[in-house]
């Protein structure tokens, strides 16, 4: 079972940037994907941006382009940078990881973006 705790949500601007960070614990070795999703309120969660063990990266289409999903190997971290925000990147924000047994969750940061 692996452990995440996000940070970094916050208040911006519509077109300013957050940083989100996603510390992990337990059995990191088990994790083949580090996600991160979100969930607006009255809307599904939906996949925001994956890395893979080998370091490969997918996006969802409406972030390509402003968001990169990056990790620290060292640390035991991934790091969400979001540019270019709008005002329908709010939403509360979950990382994921996905182990070939099962899924582990962090309990959420809000990210609010203002107009």
């Known amino acids: 079972q692996v452990q995440l705790v996000e940070s970094g949500g916050g208040v911006v601007r519509t077109g300013g940037s957050l940083r989100l960070s996603c510390a992990a614990s337990?059995?990191?070795?088990?994790?083949?994907?580090m996600g991160w999703y979100r969930q607006a309120p009255g809307k599904q969660r939906e996949k925001v941006a994956h890395?893979?063990?080998?370091?490969?990266?997918n996006y969802a289409d409406s972030v390509k382009g402003r968001f990169t999903i990056s990790r620290d190997n060292v640390k035991n971290t991934v790091s969400l940078q979001m540019n270019s925000l709008k005002p329908e990147d709010t939403g509360v924000y979950y990382c994921?990881?996905?182990?070939?047994?099962?899924?582990?969750w962090g309990q959420g940061t809000q990210v609010t973006v203002s107009s």
């Open positions: 994921a990881a996905v182990r070939m047994t099962g899924w582990d």
């Open positions: 337990g059995s990191i070795s088990s994790i083949n994907i």
């Open positions: 890395i893979l063990r080998d370091g490969s990266t």
